[in-house]
């Protein structure tokens, strides 16, 4: 006899549709699985065989093969489970229903219950896409696949309740759409940052524009303080960049299972002792890094020297490209990593380099090895460098707030609004993300901010890639103002926000 049933399978995040043939027929016992299947796949006979046995279907006397096709796409992982139980079930009759429309996804303990699988919402997505109608899954995994409009998704917690389904002693109702809810997440307020006025407002022209950013000073100054308050000033997530932010963090099993939708921007805070494959990703099956999992927010990096050097290099390419791709012997993964990079740090080993209130202890050789675990390269893809000098008493003593967040990101909004309209019809989704071969289009300057740049290209010996994001800072300063045109004090800020590295690594000396 034979039969088929679909499932799904996920590499990276690439999901696609697998289909599982089997046939029972005559002949010496045995279970063989085939079709490019891992260890974990081939482990599945014995958890299926458990699994069944104890509902007191046997499938030892049976002569099973099946074939998981396409037979030429390796399949990785424990989530075909249930899709071989469901195909053993329709070719032994106790499942009747036509199956072409449904597609059954997760693994299967030994006891038959199923478990919550990662991954589910690209499966999902894909499943919709391959003309997939109902969607059989773990019952953990029920909601975060309901988000698909258009799929009917049934939660299952053991193989009897499928049985039960189909045969008609138990009906499961598929599982609401889950829709999130309106409720407001507490965010730190940055009225509670004193003083670093112009820190202040280069965070507000980073989160307009969604710049990269370095906050450089001496201990105490708050730049760890200031950066985790930069979430309460980022616009609200749209539908789909929450939906690509939840396929990553499903990955990598990160999931609130209650709220299984992402719908605050990502706060990524890494330690210095975080590996290149902790931030980047990887591991035999490439799993997503903290760039990654920053996708549509923002990753910190704190002590930014302290990493190491390898480390921070193989930050370059998915800076400029916002997508990162991981190549392994099963093949290449790529996940999104499109961020707003916040990195802070020290001007010197003690902290004090620069400083009029305090002693540097460094000698001129620990300064430059200390700031030389920075390239060049990684500090091209800056857009802006902000000195935060250490405050005096007044300042911290000081009762009076600062401006809160809400009034910063009602300005933000207005710039935002300005770039959709900009960008209707692209790809594009923030100024920093402007191609080279659009800004001569979007971002027309006058006369005399033209003549500004071009005198700073000279003088300050701007490379290309650097010309490229002072164009696209003064692009977002511009938007703020509400100005079409860049203006020379458009362009005054943009370049005042790399002068930084002229000071500390002698650029253009």
């Keep these: 006899m034979y039969s088929q049933v679909n499932g799904m399978g996920l590499f990276g995040m690439n999901a696609f549709k697998v289909t599982a043939e089997i046939i029972s027929s005559r002949g010496q016992p045995s279970f063989d699985i085939v079709g490019l299947g891992d260890l974990a796949v081939q482990e599945s006979k014995m958890r299926i065989k458990g699994a069944l046995s104890g509902i007191g279907i046997a499938i030892s006397g049976q002569k099973l093969t099946v074939n998981l096709a396409p037979a030429d796409v390796r399949k990785c992982g424990s989530l075909y489970d249930f899709t071989i139980i469901a195909a053993i079930l329709a070719v032994n009759n106790i499942i009747t229903d036509d199956l072409s429309d449904c597609a059954f996804i997760g693994e299967v303990s030994l006891g038959g219950s199923l478990v919550f699988t990662g991954g589910i919402i690209s499966m999902a997505i894909e499943a919709k896409k391959c003309g997939i109608k109902r969607l059989f899954l773990p019952a953990e995994n029920a909601k975060e696949a309901s988000v698909v409009e258009g799929l009917s998704v049934y939660g299952i917690s053991h193989i009897s ?10 009906r499961i109702s598929p599982e609401p759409p889950y829709v999130p809810s309106a409720e407001m997440f507490e965010t730190e307020d940055l009225s509670d940052v004193k003083g670093q006025a112009l820190a202040r407002h280069a965070l507000e022209v980073a989160a307009a524009g969604f710049h990269n950013v370095l906050l450089i000073g001496p201990p105490g100054t708050g730049k760890s303080m200031i950066a985790k308050r ?12 929450s939906i690509e932010t939840t396929g990553i963090h499903s990955i990598a099993g990160m999931l609130d299972r209650e709220k299984p939708i992402v719908t605050v921007r990502p706060f990524r805070s890494v330690s210095h002792t975080a590996s290149a494959v902790g931030l980047i990703g990887g591991g035999s099956i490439p799993r997503p890094g903290e760039i990654s999992l920053a996708h549509n927010g923002v990753l910190f990096l704190d002590e930014l020297p302290e990493f190491d050097r390898r480390t921070l ?16 012997a099963q093949g290449s993964v790529s996940y999104p990593c499109d961020i707003m990079l916040v990195a802070a740090m020290n001007p010197c080993p003690c902290g004090n380099f620069g400083n009029p209130k305090g002693k540097c202890t460094c000698s001129q050789n620990m300064i430059q090895n200390y700031l030389g675990k920075i390239s060049r390269p990684v500090l091209d893809r800056i857009d802006i460098q902000v000195e935060m000098p250490q405050l005096s008493y007044e300042e911290i003593s000081s009762a009076k707030k600062g401006e809160p967040s809400s009034a910063v990101l009602e300005r933000i909004m207005k710039a935002r609004e300005i770039q959709q309209k900009r960008f209707a019809g692209t790809e594009i989704r923030s100024n920093s993300k402007i191609p080279p071969s659009y800004l001569h289009e979007m971002c027309p300057m006058d006369e005399n901010a033209k003549k500004m740049l071009s005198d700073c290209f000279d003088k300050m010996g701007l490379s290309a890639r650097a010309y490229d994001r002072i164009l696209k800072v003064a692009r977002t300063c511009a938007d703020l ?15 005042n926000f790399r002068s930084l590295d002229r000071k500390y690594w002698g650029a253009g000396k």
């Design 481 to 495: 103002a509400g100005s079409e045109i860049i203006r020379r004090q458009d362009i005054s800020s943009a370049v």
């Design 313 to 328: 290099e193989t930050l370059r390419q998915p800076l400029e490209d916002g997508i990162i791709t991981i190549s392994r």
């Design 230 to 241: 930069i979430p309460s000033i980022l616009p609200p997530m749209t539908f789909d960049e």
């Design 161 to 170: 309740d499928l049985i039960n389904h189909f045969t008609g002693k138990k």
